[in-house]
């Protein structure tokens, strides 16, 4: 499975922003996306996950309430809505896949997942 984000850039405090992410390759199978972020100096981590059905998401405390993670599995595509923005936010933002059987399966950490994109900057100015 290749992944390829894009629509970061730079957006005012307050402001939104929707990352998107395609997947290519074995999009026949069932499999679990997520969000990751890395801020300069820091580690990568957790932002939000949803299942293959889209019935079951989960979001870090961080973001919860302001981010929404959503997908369209017609075009193999998982999107991260994030409104609100805080400077905090700004973080180069990956997007992560894994195959799985479960309809309902999420994944919360880096090593539930196998696949990577390149990741997309998002800047967010106070």
């Known amino acids: 499975v290749q992944l390829v984000e894009s629509g970061g850039g730079l957006v005012q405090a307050g402001g939104s922003l929707r990352v998107s992410c395609v997947a290519s390759?074995?999009?026949?199978?069932?499999?679990?996306m997520g969000w990751f972020r890395q801020a300069p100096g820091k580690e990568r981590e957790f932002v939000a996950a949803?299942?293959?059905?889209?019935?079951?998401?989960y979001y870090a405390d961080s973001v919860k309430g302001r981010f929404t993670i959503s997908r369209d599995n017609a075009k193999n595509t998982v999107y991260l809505q994030m409104n609100s923005l805080k400077p905090e936010d700004t973080a180069v933002y990956y997007c992560?896949?894994?195959?799985?059987?479960?309809?309902?399966?999420?994944?919360?950490?880096?090593?539930?997942?196998?696949?990577w994109g390149q990741g997309t900057q998002v800047t967010v100015s106070s």
């Open positions: 390759g074995r999009t026949s199978s069932k499999y679990i």
């Open positions: 949803i299942s293959w059905n889209g019935g079951r998401t």
């Open positions: 992560a896949a894994a195959i799985t059987d479960g309809y309902y399966y999420i994944g919360r950490t880096e090593s539930d997942y196998a696949y």
